[in-house]
């Protein structure tokens, strides 16, 4: 099989503990990867070496995807080393603590630049890709179970992501039926490095399944978007019910 019949994913961050994941069982299921990094260069090595040892013309560039430009350019590489898009996953995020009254301008734009500037701007640059292409493909962002709740202490990352939220059903809209566009959003996953961030404490006690997720969780997910022909515009929770608490 050719690179340009195998089945691509574009993966934004995958440096990380979940994106590496994703990103590593993607390609054995057969995808050609390529992801974006922008800080971890060692960890994103690492990453692409194991990826590679399933899916040896798998690549990964440079890019802070709250600038414009830098995606124009990322995009500009893939298209020099693929011909298609099958799956493009929205991954990158900023998440850290921010009080209410001591947010500052930098803070703001640090996160609403990355997590939905960024977003919009790769989506917007896959989406006109996957336009042309003569089959179905498929976007999905990474959100998160914040979107729909009030978290002290995080305002500006909980508008981005409940803003990710409304922008995938405005993609599912424009780009139907060419592209099926829907978000899974992550309750409390143990992958995630430094559980120190989490907002609340004892949150297992507020989780009706008694665990937080891992990325097989995460994982099941994608795969099930990724063969269904019929789900669009949607948000998938995967929280082991903390919405419902």
Not at 143 to 162: C, E, F, H, M, Q
Request: proline residues 4%; hydrophobic residues 40%.
């Amino acid at each position: 099989m050719s690179i340009s019949e195998r089945k691509v994913c574009f993966v934004t961050g995958a440096s990380g503990k979940l994106g590496s994941e994703i990103a590593l069982a993607l390609a054995g299921m057969g995808y050609s990867i390529f992801f974006t990094w922008h800080h971890a260069e060692e960890k994103a090595g690492m990453t692409l070496e194991k990826i590679r040892r399933v899916s040896p013309e798998s690549q990964m560039v440079r890019c802070n995807i709250s600038n414009v430009s830098e995606i124009n350019q990322a995009f500009e590489t893939f298209s020099s080393q693929f011909e298609r898009i099958d799956l493009f996953l929205a991954g990158a995020s900023n998440f850290y603590r921010t009080p209410l009254f001591e947010v500052t301008e930098k803070e703001w734009d640090s996160l609403l630049n990355t997590n939905l500037k960024g977003t919009f701007f790769t989506m917007q640059s896959a989406a006109r890709i996957m336009l042309q292409q003569p089959f179905i493909s498929r976007i999905i962002t990474m959100t998160d179970i914040s979107a729909g709740l009030v978290w002290r202490n995080y305002s500006p990352y909980t508008v981005s992501k409940s803003a990710v939220q409304h922008l995938t059903k405005i993609f599912a809209r424009e780009c139907a039926p060419k592209i099926l566009v829907n978000s899974i959003a992550p309750g409390t996953i143990s992958a995630y490095p430094d559980s120190s961030e989490e907002p609340e404490n004892n949150l297992t006690e507020k989780i009706p399944l008694r665990r937080f997720g891992d990325p097989e969780d995460i994982l099941v997910a994608i795969r099930f978007l990724m063969e269904s022909e019929y789900i669009t515009g949607q948000t998938i929770n995967i929280d082991g019910g903390r919405t419902v608490y």
